[in-house]
């Protein structure tokens, strides 16, 4: 196996629990926060898939699809058109307010499917390219996939947990 195909099962499982943790919550339940201070499943997905986005757009030199494909238009956030949820105060937070699953899930399939395509033409040498100068030792393409995928998969668990604790509420 190579370790682009490593690479494309990690970030379809991303996916999975994405739709997992989205599916069946109306806009209560994905924007209602546990606490002042936490974070809503809303916010949580918007953010994951706003750190994907932003950041394989920068490494494969692609414009991002929030921009491209208009969804910072239909999300409609009063907030900075590049922003991606890093440093958001509790205020920030809740800015980040949906109507609807769909718009989450449709967001990240748009920015998953780029993905895809980015990771599929993918070669081996590719994965030691520098792509970020900004840090010491300067980041490689790898490195930054494999960040992105950690970040992504603590941010759906911490989606999950947050759906967990509003069921297990409810009930």
Do not use: C
């Amino acid at each position: 196996m190579h370790a682009k195909d490593v690479l494309i099962d990690a970030y379809g499982r991303i996916r999975e629990e994405v739709h997992s943790v989205v599916e069946g919550l109306g806009p209560e339940n994905l924007n209602a926060r546990p606490g002042p201070e936490a974070n809503s499943v809303a916010w949580l997905v918007w953010h994951l898939t706003r750190v994907q986005d932003d950041h394989l757009a920068d490494a494969f030199g692609l414009e991002q699809v929030w921009l491209a494909q208009e969804w910072e238009q239909r999300f409609g956030l009063d907030l900075p058109r590049h922003d991606n949820g890093y440093g958001h105060t509790p205020a920030d937070v809740a800015k980040v307010r949906v109507d609807s699953g769909r718009l989450l899930t449709g967001y990240y399939d748009a920015v998953h499917e780029r993905s895809l395509t980015a990771l599929r033409g993918l070669a081996a040498k590719d994965l030691e390219q520098v792509v970020d100068t900004r840090w010491d030792p300067p980041v490689t393409l790898g490195v930054r996939l494999v960040s992105v995928l950690s970040d992504d998969l603590q941010h759906v668990g911490q989606a999950a947990y947050v759906r967990g604790l509003l069921q297990s509420a409810a009930a």
